[in-house]
């Protein structure tokens, strides 16, 4: 008799509603069935109000505000004055950062002071910031979305010659005597632990454009500068006989265009069918 016996039907998944609802009346199934849908339908709800909240903190993508300028190694501004004249001749808002230190002390303390001027800008009103960093100021922004929550203030991101991979110049100068190659030097040596800290591939938003030139002398390898997760462009893929320096990127005029196209209204796209000459 023991061996034939059958458990109970409370027991069996399937029946009467299966395992969980097993043995209650059609009543209360009906009942708790109900609350478990309304509860699903509550989470759905709610991860759409998460999501807007999301968006809602993003900068909007179609409404430019102030541009932050970071100045390369040395932190000279007076590299970036051309470029920043013609962006303020479109009307828009821009801010060319003192770097502490004469630019030459830790990135991380830059990245500290660009995220006051952003700081600023915002509480001033602009909708979002553009930023464009000149060689090591690049990294510098870099670091800045990264550690200053970039992702909900900063709408495109322009990096010029920066070597987002180290520059050889500055791993002969670490190895070099002690005192040569201050601080920002050593964290731009190649495999350097800040290089290593940062995102790859870069965070997305911002949008991200890299240039640089193939003549680049200063950041070598040139190639230095191409960065996982943005738009790359190296300017001789586009205008093959142009000759162009670490120094004259920020003031060429065709370098110039490509900037002023990458942080106007329209979505940031590869640049194509350009025209070589200079504007």
């Known amino acids: 008799m023991l061996c034939n016996s059958v458990p109970p039907d409370t027991a069996r998944p399937g029946h009467d509603g299966g395992v969980l609802f097993g043995g209650l009346s059609p009543r209360r199934r009906a009942l708790l069935t109900g609350i478990a849908a309304l509860a699903a339908v509550g989470l759905v709800l709610a991860g759409f109000g998460v999501v807007r909240q999301v968006l809602k903190a993003l900068p909007p993508a179609d409404r430019p505000g102030s541009v932050v300028m970071v100045p390369g190694f040395g932190g000279g501004i007076g590299s970036l004055d051309g470029l920043a004249a013609r962006i303020?001749?479109?009307?828009?808002?821009?801010?060319?950062?003192?770097?502490?230190?004469?630019?030459?002390g830790s990135l991380n303390a830059q990245a500290a002071?660009?995220?006051?001027?952003?700081?600023?800008?915002?509480?001033?009103?602009?909708?979002?910031?553009?930023?464009?960093?000149?060689?090591?100021?690049?990294?510098?922004?870099?670091?800045?979305?990264?550690?200053y929550g970039g992702q909900r203030k900063a709408r495109r991101v322009v990096t010029l010659g920066s070597p987002h991979h180290g520059a050889s110049i500055a791993a002969v100068g670490a190895a070099g005597l002690p005192g040569a190659c201050p601080v920002a030097c050593q964290q731009l040596a190649p495999g350097s632990q800040l290089l290593q800290g940062l995102s790859v591939p870069v965070p997305v938003p911002p949008v991200w454009l890299s240039v640089w030139t193939v003549d680049d002398e200063t950041v070598t390898p040139p190639e230095s500068a191409r960065l996982e997760g943005a738009i790359n462009v190296a300017v001789q893929s586009l205008c093959p006989r142009l000759r162009l320096s670490h120094s004259q990127l920020p003031t060429d005029g065709f370098v110039t265009g490509l900037v002023l196209r990458a942080i106007g209204e329209a979505a940031l796209t590869a640049p194509q069918n350009v025209s070589c000459v200079s504007s």
Do not use: K, N
Not at 88 to 104: E, K, M, S
């Open 88 to 104: 303020r001749a479109t009307g828009r808002d821009v801010r060319v950062v003192a770097l502490p230190d004469g630019g030459v």
């Open 113 to 147: 002071v660009v995220d006051t001027y952003v700081a600023e800008a915002l509480r001033g009103g602009a909708p979002s910031v553009d930023v464009i960093g000149y060689s090591a100021g690049g990294v510098v922004a870099r670091l800045w979305v990264q550690e």
